[in-house]
Protein backbone atom coordinates (compact mmCIF):
# COMPACT_ATOMS: atom_id res chain seq x y z
CA UNK A 1 0.00 0.00 0.00
CA UNK A 2 2.48 2.37 0.42
CA UNK A 3 2.94 4.92 -1.99
CA UNK A 4 4.99 7.25 -0.02
CA UNK A 5 8.46 6.98 0.81
CA UNK A 6 9.95 8.86 3.50
CA UNK A 7 13.73 8.92 4.84
CA UNK A 8 15.77 9.00 6.63
CA UNK A 9 14.12 6.67 9.62
CA UNK A 10 15.60 8.06 12.08
CA UNK A 11 17.86 11.84 12.53
CA UNK A 12 19.31 13.21 15.36
CA UNK A 13 19.85 16.54 15.39
CA UNK A 14 21.75 19.27 17.89
CA UNK A 15 19.78 21.93 19.25
CA UNK A 16 19.35 25.16 17.56
CA UNK A 17 20.28 23.02 14.23
CA UNK A 18 18.13 22.10 10.99
CA UNK A 19 16.39 19.28 10.77
CA UNK A 20 15.55 18.06 7.42
CA UNK A 21 13.12 15.27 6.11
CA UNK A 22 12.22 13.95 2.89
CA UNK A 23 9.34 12.49 1.13
CA UNK A 24 8.48 10.89 -2.33
CA UNK A 25 5.33 9.94 -3.75
CA UNK A 26 4.54 8.16 -6.95
CA UNK A 27 0.80 9.36 -7.39
CA UNK A 28 0.47 12.06 -9.61
CA UNK A 29 -3.18 12.45 -8.71
CA UNK A 30 -2.67 13.32 -5.08
CA UNK A 31 -3.56 17.02 -4.23
CA UNK A 32 -2.56 17.17 -0.70
CA UNK A 33 0.39 17.08 1.36
CA UNK A 34 0.47 16.92 5.08
CA UNK A 35 3.01 16.30 7.87
CA UNK A 36 1.80 15.34 11.07
CA UNK A 37 4.23 15.04 14.32
CA UNK A 38 3.62 12.27 16.89
CA UNK A 39 4.68 11.89 20.33
CA UNK A 40 4.92 8.70 22.14
CA UNK A 41 1.74 7.50 23.48
CA UNK A 42 -0.40 9.78 21.41
CA UNK A 43 -1.56 9.85 17.79
CA UNK A 44 -0.51 12.07 15.09
CA UNK A 45 -1.26 15.61 15.13
CA UNK A 46 -1.56 17.75 11.86
CA UNK A 47 1.82 20.07 12.55
CA UNK A 48 1.73 21.61 8.44
CA UNK A 49 0.02 21.25 4.88
CA UNK A 50 0.82 21.77 1.61
CA UNK A 51 -1.04 21.40 -1.97
CA UNK A 52 0.90 21.24 -5.24
CA UNK A 53 0.23 24.46 -6.63
CA UNK A 54 2.26 26.19 -4.16
CA UNK A 55 6.35 25.29 -3.86
CA UNK A 56 6.95 26.24 0.07
CA UNK A 57 4.63 27.18 2.98
CA UNK A 58 5.87 28.09 6.05
CA UNK A 59 4.51 28.50 9.57
CA UNK A 60 6.86 29.30 12.46
CA UNK A 61 10.21 27.48 12.50
CA UNK A 62 8.26 25.08 10.14
CA UNK A 63 8.55 24.89 6.02
CA UNK A 64 7.47 22.45 3.49
CA UNK A 65 9.30 22.34 0.05
CA UNK A 66 7.16 21.09 -2.69
CA UNK A 67 9.07 19.90 -5.78
CA UNK A 68 6.18 18.92 -8.61
CA UNK A 69 8.32 18.16 -11.61
CA UNK A 70 10.25 15.45 -9.24
CA UNK A 71 7.09 14.26 -7.15
CA UNK A 72 9.02 15.19 -3.73
CA UNK A 73 8.58 17.31 -0.55
CA UNK A 74 10.58 17.91 2.18
CA UNK A 75 9.70 19.53 6.01
CA UNK A 76 12.70 21.55 7.32
CA UNK A 77 12.46 22.63 11.29
CA UNK A 78 14.67 25.33 11.62
CA UNK A 79 16.61 26.50 15.34
CA UNK A 80 15.16 22.86 16.25
CA UNK A 81 14.66 22.58 20.18
CA UNK A 82 14.51 19.17 22.24
CA UNK A 83 10.47 19.47 22.37
CA UNK A 84 10.67 18.89 18.97
CA UNK A 85 11.59 15.39 19.53
CA UNK A 86 8.93 13.41 17.98
CA UNK A 87 8.24 10.81 14.88
CA UNK A 88 6.98 12.73 12.27
CA UNK A 89 5.17 11.51 9.16
CA UNK A 90 5.04 12.75 5.83
CA UNK A 91 1.05 11.78 3.53
CA UNK A 92 -0.29 12.11 0.61
CA UNK A 93 -3.47 12.16 -0.15
CA UNK A 94 -5.61 12.13 -3.22
CA UNK A 95 -9.36 10.75 -3.99
CA UNK A 96 -9.82 8.69 -1.28
CA UNK A 97 -7.64 7.90 1.69
CA UNK A 98 -4.30 9.61 3.37
CA UNK A 99 -1.44 7.22 2.57
CA UNK A 100 1.39 7.54 5.12
CA UNK A 101 5.16 7.56 4.92
CA UNK A 102 7.01 5.06 7.23
CA UNK A 103 8.16 7.55 9.76
CA UNK A 104 11.39 9.71 10.81
CA UNK A 105 11.81 9.40 15.08
CA UNK A 106 13.90 12.98 15.14
CA UNK A 107 15.90 13.39 18.54
CA UNK A 108 17.23 17.01 19.14
CA UNK A 109 20.00 17.22 21.57
CA UNK A 110 20.35 20.24 24.19
CA UNK B 1 -13.87 21.36 20.92
CA UNK B 2 -13.33 17.66 22.31
CA UNK B 3 -10.99 15.42 20.34
CA UNK B 4 -11.61 11.95 19.37
CA UNK B 5 -12.20 9.85 21.99
CA UNK B 6 -10.81 6.06 22.26
CA UNK B 7 -10.76 3.15 24.19
CA UNK B 8 -9.31 1.32 26.03
CA UNK B 9 -6.15 2.80 26.03
CA UNK B 10 -3.99 -0.52 26.10
CA UNK B 11 -5.23 -4.25 25.70
CA UNK B 12 -3.25 -7.53 25.71
CA UNK B 13 -4.95 -10.72 24.55
CA UNK B 14 -3.77 -14.09 23.75
CA UNK B 15 -4.04 -15.05 20.09
CA UNK B 16 -7.18 -16.63 19.04
CA UNK B 17 -9.34 -14.56 21.52
CA UNK B 18 -11.52 -11.89 20.45
CA UNK B 19 -10.79 -7.91 20.85
CA UNK B 20 -13.02 -4.51 20.35
CA UNK B 21 -12.03 -1.06 20.35
CA UNK B 22 -14.39 1.87 20.42
CA UNK B 23 -13.89 5.00 18.92
CA UNK B 24 -16.56 8.27 19.78
CA UNK B 25 -15.19 10.94 16.93
CA UNK B 26 -15.65 14.89 17.21
CA UNK B 27 -18.77 16.06 17.48
CA UNK B 28 -20.28 16.54 14.15
CA UNK B 29 -17.49 15.08 11.96
CA UNK B 30 -19.45 12.83 9.62
CA UNK B 31 -16.36 10.73 8.25
CA UNK B 32 -14.31 8.33 10.48
CA UNK B 33 -11.12 6.02 9.44
CA UNK B 34 -9.89 3.40 11.84
CA UNK B 35 -5.67 2.94 11.10
CA UNK B 36 -4.08 0.23 12.11
CA UNK B 37 -0.01 1.77 13.20
CA UNK B 38 2.17 -1.35 13.17
CA UNK B 39 5.78 -0.08 15.58
CA UNK B 40 8.12 1.53 13.29
CA UNK B 41 5.67 1.95 10.35
CA UNK B 42 3.20 4.60 9.31
CA UNK B 43 -0.88 4.15 9.81
CA UNK B 44 -2.46 2.23 7.39
CA UNK B 45 -5.52 2.77 6.47
CA UNK B 46 -8.52 -0.32 7.72
CA UNK B 47 -11.73 1.48 6.86
CA UNK B 48 -13.70 4.61 6.40
CA UNK B 49 -16.83 5.31 7.01
CA UNK B 50 -19.19 8.23 5.91
CA UNK B 51 -21.96 8.60 8.39
CA UNK B 52 -22.57 4.78 8.67
CA UNK B 53 -22.04 3.47 5.55
CA UNK B 54 -18.53 1.74 4.44
CA UNK B 55 -16.49 4.10 2.06
CA UNK B 56 -13.60 1.91 2.15
CA UNK B 57 -12.64 -1.08 3.33
CA UNK B 58 -10.38 -3.05 1.03
CA UNK B 59 -7.43 -2.69 3.26
CA UNK B 60 -9.50 -4.57 6.07
CA UNK B 61 -9.00 -8.45 6.61
CA UNK B 62 -12.88 -9.15 6.42
CA UNK B 63 -12.07 -13.11 8.02
CA UNK B 64 -10.74 -11.46 11.18
CA UNK B 65 -11.82 -8.20 11.03
CA UNK B 66 -15.27 -6.00 11.11
CA UNK B 67 -16.48 -2.97 12.43
CA UNK B 68 -19.51 -0.62 12.29
CA UNK B 69 -20.86 2.55 12.80
CA UNK B 70 -24.66 2.73 13.65
CA UNK B 71 -26.35 5.82 14.15
CA UNK B 72 -22.87 7.65 12.00
CA UNK B 73 -21.61 8.33 15.21
CA UNK B 74 -19.63 5.76 17.56
CA UNK B 75 -17.69 2.74 16.35
CA UNK B 76 -16.41 -0.12 17.31
CA UNK B 77 -13.71 -2.50 15.57
CA UNK B 78 -13.05 -5.82 16.21
CA UNK B 79 -10.70 -8.60 15.70
CA UNK B 80 -12.04 -12.17 15.77
CA UNK B 81 -9.76 -14.23 16.49
CA UNK B 82 -6.86 -12.43 17.06
CA UNK B 83 -3.26 -13.23 15.47
CA UNK B 84 0.25 -12.25 16.80
CA UNK B 85 0.59 -9.98 13.29
CA UNK B 86 -2.24 -7.84 14.59
CA UNK B 87 0.11 -6.53 17.82
CA UNK B 88 -0.28 -2.64 17.00
CA UNK B 89 -2.13 0.68 17.92
CA UNK B 90 -5.08 1.02 16.42
CA UNK B 91 -6.07 4.56 15.89
CA UNK B 92 -9.06 6.15 14.98
CA UNK B 93 -9.47 9.59 13.16
CA UNK B 94 -12.35 11.93 12.03
CA UNK B 95 -12.95 14.60 9.68
CA UNK B 96 -15.86 17.24 8.60
CA UNK B 97 -16.40 14.89 5.39
CA UNK B 98 -14.96 12.59 2.61
CA UNK B 99 -13.97 16.00 0.91
CA UNK B 100 -12.16 17.27 3.82
CA UNK B 101 -8.14 17.13 4.43
CA UNK B 102 -8.31 17.95 8.11
CA UNK B 103 -7.90 15.02 9.87
CA UNK B 104 -7.97 14.45 13.80
CA UNK B 105 -6.40 11.75 15.26
CA UNK B 106 -7.80 9.80 19.20
CA UNK B 107 -4.29 8.91 20.72
CA UNK B 108 -5.11 5.26 19.67
CA UNK B 109 -5.16 1.81 21.49
CA UNK B 110 -2.27 -0.60 21.66
CA UNK B 111 -2.83 -4.28 21.34
CA UNK B 112 -0.79 -6.17 22.36
CA UNK B 113 -1.02 -10.47 20.97
CA UNK B 114 0.66 -12.91 23.02
Known amino acids: QQQVKQSPQSLIVQKGGISIINCAYE??????FPWYQQFPGKGPALLIA?????SEKKEGRFTISFNKSAKQFSLHIMDSQPGDSATYFCAARGVGDMRFGAGTRLTVKP | EAGVAQSPRYKIIEKRQSVAFWCNPISGHATLYWYQQILGQGPKLLIQ????????DSQLPKDRFSAERLKGVDSTLKIQPAKLEDSAVYLC????????????FGSGTRLTVV
Open chain 2, 93 to 104: ASSQGTASYGYT
Open chain 2, 49 to 56: FQNNGVVD
Open chain 1, 27 to 32: NTAFDY
Open chain 1, 50 to 54: IRPDV
